[in-house]
């Protein structure tokens, strides 16, 4: 059995931590990247056996990284492909990529801001997580 922890949870961008019968499996971060298949996406299986057609009708690609510290077993990529597959409400207009990656010293880290955009940048991503401004915090008092 699979339990998930959402660690970080942004507009465009949600991290897990997964766990397989109580130990740590692999991070999962969905990235909603808001623009269609790339020319490198098109290469990736099943990709580069599609019409061009098909392919540019997705107008919104959502890219799935599993990053773990080292590859994962052919029966865990399966089950987490398979799963993580059922997070994207798939259409004509919107498709998903399932990458994985072996980050070395990944979970050496705490589970902070920093960690997660040295993910991101390791996978190749674009995104950047903005950090909040301290005067943009909105505090609650009971006065």
């Known amino acids: 059995m699979i339990l998930l922890k959402r660690v970080l949870n942004l507009r465009d961008l949600e ?3 997964v766990f397989k019968d109580e130990h740590v499996l692999s991070y999962a971060l969905i990235e909603d990247t808001k623009k269609p ?9 099943p990709l580069c056996y599609m019409d061009e057609e098909d392919i540019n009708e997705t107008l919104n690609v959502f890219r799935i990284y599993l990053i773990n510290d080292k590859p994962l077993k052919k029966i865990d990529s399966f089950m987490l492909r398979e799963f993580f597959s059922e997070f ?6 919107t498709n998903f990529i ?15 801001v920093q960690a997660f955009q040295k993910m991101l940048d390791f996978v190749g991503s674009s995104y950047k997580i903005k950090l909040i401004k301290e005067s943009n915090w909105v505090y609650l008092s009971q006065d």
């Open 15 to 17: 991290v897990y931590l």
């Open 37 to 45: 298949f790339t020319n490198e996406n098109k290469k990736l299986e």
């Open 88 to 93: 994207v409400n798939t259409n004509s207009l």
């Open 98 to 112: 399932i990458q994985e990656y072996v980050q070395i010293g990944v979970y050496d880290n705490d589970n902070n």
